[in-house]
Structure formats: structure tokens, C-alpha cells
């Protein structure tokens, strides 16, 4: 992936939907044994998992699940009956990629401030798809005009003015958003930093077939309020969103996604970063413009 100049999708608070990463500073080591053989070094037994870990990731769940649920069941697929297995006519299995970078410019220009301009191949396919889902992960999606424009880059003409009606719905429910701990209008309480980004791991080639594309990202996913007193702390979720993609007027647009849990990592046993250095990560870490 290669350095974005302003990936911020319009948000004037700047970069609410790019990957960033928390650096910790100097760390003691220590040696784990099993219980009754020496405790963790500090004489003291293991700490027991953290029941609160799975409840804190539901909000997360829920936010991004919602959206991706209105799309599938707006949408009809590929049209042509494939499952995306790569058995379609003219379809090629799905192979292993490379985790090597093509290194080979993304991207001619901007939609906005959404990447546009993706190569008529399936390096292009890979890199739209991976951009597409930083932007329909972002904070952006909760703010009505933002949003509208996030989806008229990246949808297909005139999937974007069928489905318009019922994101608005979707991401603009008071119950919902009373749920995630944010206003009416879709804005953070004040004192609290929202955070919703998507950060891709990883693209494959599910089908390709020239004009059209079928593409599974796989990213991990933030999402919560940062700041003191929040409800709803930041937590991380892994998802794959597979994206049918169709060669549109000159760039990659998207026609339909579906969206499944994992695969996901084990935690790592990490303390999480105090409030306010979340709140000011969002601020301070820029992201990147996605290429295969």
C-alpha cells in the first residue's frame, strides 16, 4: 500500500477513516509458565481472560453488520447465477496471492477525496475493492451529506440511487444511533472522539471475467467512542467483505457485497491505551491508499 495524501473522505475533522497504529514504548519481558510452576515471574496466578472483551466487540459488530445487511438484501448478486467459486463461464479459481506489493501506482486521481482510476485488470479490481472498504468503514458513513457522497463514488449508478433511501434509514435510526452512544445527527457527544475504520489486511481474486470482478477483502475494523466516560471504548473486529465489482464508465464500481465474520487473530494480551491517547491516534495517525 502507498501513502495517501488526504484520505479523509470529506470529513473536516480529518482522517476519521484511515488505519493507524499505536507504537508502545518500552516493555518488560517476561517468561509464562503454566499455573503452579512459577505464576507469570511475579508471583502472581494468570489473569483470567476478559469477559468484557466479547460484550465491548458487539457495538463494533452491530455498526458494521447493519449497513452490509441493507446492501445484500437490496441487492441480487452477480446476475448470473456464480457463487463467486470461480466456476462462472469464463471465471478462473481462486489462487493464493502474493503478499508482495504489485508496485505499480493504484490509482490515476481522486473521486473527491475517495481513490478513482483503478487499472482495467485484476491488480485494479483488488485496489478498488480494498479502497471501497476503508470508505464504507468510515465515520463518514454516519453523517448524511458524507455519506452520500462516499456512496456515489464507489456504487454503480444506479445501484447508489436504488439504495440511497434505505442506507439513510439504516445509519440515520435514533434507536441505532442512541445504541452506539452518538447524537441524533450522527455526532460524537461532546468531550468523546467517534472512531470507525477500516484497515485491510489482505485482497483475492474471487472471479474476474474482464468487466467484472468478484473481490474478498479481509480487515480488521475499529469502531467506538474515545474520550472519558465513554460507554462505548474503541474495540477491534475482523471481517471479509466480498465485493461484485463491474467495469463502469472507466473505473471499477461496486454492484453488491456480502459481509462474514473473521478470520479473526487471538487477542494479543495488551493493556488498552488510556482515552485520551485513542482520542488523539484518530487525529494524529493518517492513512494510505491502497494498492495491490
Known sequence: MSLGDDNGYGNDSGRTDDAYSTIGGTRQTRTRLPDGEGGDGYNAPRRPARASRSLITMAGVVVLLIGAIAFANMGGGDGNGNDGDGSGNGGSKPEAA????????????????????????????????????????????????????????????????????????????????????????GSAPAGLTFISRSNPAGTKIMKFNGDSASVAVWYSALFGLAGEGSKNPVSESWYTNTFELAWIDGDWKITDFTQKDGPTPVGRDQAASPAEEMANAVEQFGGFTYAR
Open 98 to 185: 502474493s503478499t508482495a506489493a504489485t508496485g505499480t501506482k493504484p490509482v490515476t486521481g481522486k473521486n473527491g477525496t475517495i481513490p478513482s482510476g483503478f487499472a482495467h485488470d485484476e491488480q485494479g479490481a483488488q485496489s478498488a475493492a480494498a479502497n471501497y472498504a476503508v470508505a464504507l468503514g468510515s465515520a463518514d458513513m454516519f453523517d448524511k451529506t458524507r455519506r452520500r457522497t462516499v456512496v456515489t463514488a464507489v456504487y454503480a449508478p444506479e445501484v447508489a440511487a436504488a439504495r440511497q433511501g434505505d442506507l439513510d434509514k439504516v445509519y440515520s435510526g435514533q434507536d441505532f444511533l442512541t445504541s452506539i452512544g452518538l447524537n441524533a445527527d
